[in-house]
């Protein structure tokens, strides 16, 4: 059983074009994130939800738009690609998203790898 | 602006001997500080977490230590075997906004 998955795993996709990640987990977490993995190999937050609710909102270009139909789902629809969105996206799931929680420990997907042209 | 480095992109050790991960954080709001062990085309997998107010965790192998006057930490896996070659990510956790903040990892390449 895949506790965090994302799909697709892969995706290769020309200039303008709009696509969606999807991001499913069957933990029963309260929190959801999505991560970019930029050419530095740095891990970026860019969204938090708990409970369908946006929490971290980051600076990233209002073409990226988070939707959230239920606690156990979170998907990334990206408007009019750019070359500079190629990147990786992880989706993540933690029990205690909000502040002064425990651990917080995060469970990652497998990553999403965005290739634009 | 990078507020947790990681500043060795990759480490070789030999099996059975000692493997030292660092990171460095400049935050002081930091309350938590976390380990990520990733393989290839996998996602990161949590391995071991340090609160501020400790300064070391053990958990078998793994340990981490935590200097807060340095903002550092550190990771040290004993003895290291060939399946602990990954890459690992350090994280720390802000408190009041629970964001977490990654370095850029450091690729471990344990040899037989």
């Known amino acids: 059983d895949t506790a965090v998955s994302q799909t697709p795993k892969y995706l290769v996709t020309q200039m303008g074009n709009d696509k969606s990640i999807k991001c499913e987990q069957n933990?029963?977490?309260?929190?959801m994130y999505w991560y970019k993995q930029d050419s530095k190999k740095f891990l970026k937050i860019m969204f938090s939800?708990?409970?369908?609710?946006?929490?971290i909102n980051e600076t990233v270009p209002n073409r990226f738009s988070p939707k959230s139909p239920d606690k156990a789902h979170l998907n990334l629809h990206i408007n009019s690609l750019e070359l500079g969105d190629s990147a990786v996206y992880f989706c993540?799931?933690?029990?205690?998203?909000?502040?002064?929680?425990?651990?917080?420990?995060?469970?990652f997907g497998e990553g999403s790898r965005l290739t634009v042209l | 602006d990078q507020q947790v480095k990681q500043n060795s992109p990759s480490l070789s050790v030999q099996e059975g001997r000692i493997s030292i991960l660092n990171c460095d954080y400049t935050n002081s709001m930091f309350d938590y500080f976390l380990w990520y062990k990733k393989y290839p085309a996998e996602g990161p997998t949590f391995l071991i977490s340090i609160s501020s107010i400790k300064d070391k965790n053990e958990d078998g192998r793994f340990t981490v230590f935590l200097n807060k006057s340095a903002k550092h930490l550190s990771l040290h896996i004993v003895p290291s075997q060939p399946g602990d070659s990954a890459v690992y990510f350090c994280?720390?956790?802000?408190?009041?906004?629970?964001?977490?903040?990654f370095g850029s990892g450091t690729k471990l390449n344990v040899k037989p």
């Open positions: 933990l029963g977490h309260d929190t």
């Open positions: 993540a799931s933690s029990q205690d998203g909000l502040a002064g929680g425990r651990t917080g420990e995060l469970f």
């Open positions: 939800y708990n409970n369908k609710e946006l929490i």
């Open positions: 994280a720390a956790r802000l408190y009041n906004f629970n964001k977490f903040y």
